[in-house]
């Protein structure tokens, strides 16, 4: 990677609030303070698993929400290796008040839409906020780009440090740069990065340690987007969507493999 300049194009961020959409938002202000974050409201956990039981099974959704409540809580016993990966990596959480934010209630509604006629980026990033709907894509006239944790075609949808742990693949553990399409991180490749998971890594670190890994391949795609210089990469392999593990198999692969 070449050092990256301060540049002076308008930027857009669309994220949920957290700590690791904070990470990427100061990694990609230090580079364009000229961005805007579009800050989406969740959806609610209720129309979250109505979704997935549609597609998966009320028994699949019912587990998968078991994870993500374990993973929610899980997280203030993992606080000091948190704190080591963000000095690791020279990343840091916390919330940059002087940056514009825009409170919108999704990414498909006609405030999305509002606030990019507002900002007119040369580029939107999208992480850690819904599937934008292909006929919202089609009225966005910048570049919009998503980072993914995890290794794609291989890893898409959730928890792919995770399932590559558990496939015995940590060659593929990492994140990725990618445009986006109206499929689940589908979009062609831009950048990966991969990295070695620690042994005391779990379920309630492998976001954050892709996250804080990927912060220079997330600004150098922005800064090749707003440059018009993007260069999607041809990679051949399987590709797969995959899903928060169901709070048994969690369990199960924690107690006989160690990996949590």
């Given at each position: 990677?070449?050092?990256l300049?301060?540049?002076?194009?308008?930027v857009?961020?669309?994220i949920?609030?957290?700590?690791?959409?904070?990470?990427?938002?100061?990694?990609?202000?230090?580079?364009?303070?000229?961005?805007?974050?579009?800050?989406?409201?969740?959806?609610s956990k209720?129309?979250?698993?109505?979704?997935?039981?549609?597609?998966?099974?009320?028994?699949q959704a019912?587990?998968?929400?078991g994870t993500?409540?374990?993973?929610r809580?899980?997280?203030r016993?993992?606080?000091?290796?948190?704190?080591?990966?963000?000095?690791e990596?020279g990343?840091?959480?916390e919330?940059?008040?002087?940056i514009?934010?825009i409170?919108?209630?999704?990414?498909?509604?006609?405030?999305?839409?509002?606030?990019?006629?507002?900002?007119?980026?040369?580029a939107?990033?999208?992480?850690?906020?819904r599937?934008?709907?292909?006929?919202?894509?089609?009225?966005?006239?910048?570049?919009?780009?998503?980072?993914h944790?995890?290794?794609?075609?291989q890893y898409r949808?959730?928890?792919?440090?995770?399932?590559?742990?558990?496939h015995?693949?940590e060659e593929?553990?990492g994140?990725?740069?990618?445009?986006?399409?109206?499929g689940?991180?589908?979009?062609d490749?831009?950048?990966?990065?991969r990295?070695?998971?620690?042994?005391?890594?779990?379920?309630?670190t492998?976001?954050?340690?892709q996250?804080?890994a990927?912060?220079?391949?997330?600004v150098k795609?922005?800064?090749?987007?707003?440059t018009?210089?993007?260069?999607?990469?041809?990679i051949?392999?399987?590709?797969?969507?995959?899903?928060?593990?169901?709070?048994w198999?969690?369990?199960?692969?924690?107690v006989?493999?160690?990996?949590?």
């Amino acid at each position: 990677m070449t050092d990256l300049k301060t540049r002076t194009e308008p930027v857009a961020m669309l994220i949920q609030s957290g700590h690791n959409p904070e990470i990427i938002v100061n990694a990609v202000r230090a580079t364009f303070p000229n961005l805007v974050v579009i800050v989406e409201q969740p959806e609610s956990k209720k129309l979250f698993v109505t979704r997935r039981a549609k597609k998966l099974g009320w028994v699949q959704a019912i587990g998968q929400l078991g994870t993500m409540v374990v993973s929610r809580y899980g997280k203030r016993f993992t606080r000091k290796r948190a704190a080591e990966i963000c000095e690791e990596f020279g990343v840091s959480a916390e919330i940059d008040k002087t940056i514009p934010r825009i409170d919108i209630s999704s990414a498909n509604s006609p405030e999305l839409f509002k606030a990019l006629d507002e900002i007119r980026p040369a580029a939107l990033l999208l992480f850690s906020c819904r599937m934008v709907k292909a006929e919202t894509l089609a009225r966005i006239t910048c570049p919009v780009l998503n980072f993914h944790a995890g290794i794609i075609p291989q890893y898409r949808g959730l928890q792919g440090g995770y399932w590559s742990r558990i496939h015995r693949d940590e060659e593929n553990f990492g994140g990725t740069v990618h445009l986006v399409d109206a499929g689940v991180d589908t979009g062609d490749t831009l950048y990966q990065q991969r990295l070695k998971p620690s042994k005391r890594d779990t379920m309630h670190t492998y976001p954050l340690l892709q996250v804080a890994a990927s912060t220079g391949i997330i600004v150098k795609a922005m800064e090749d987007a707003v440059t018009d210089n993007l260069k999607p990469l041809k990679i051949a392999a399987p590709s797969r969507q995959w899903y928060h593990p169901p709070i048994w198999t969690w369990l199960w692969n924690g107690v006989t493999r160690g990996i949590w």
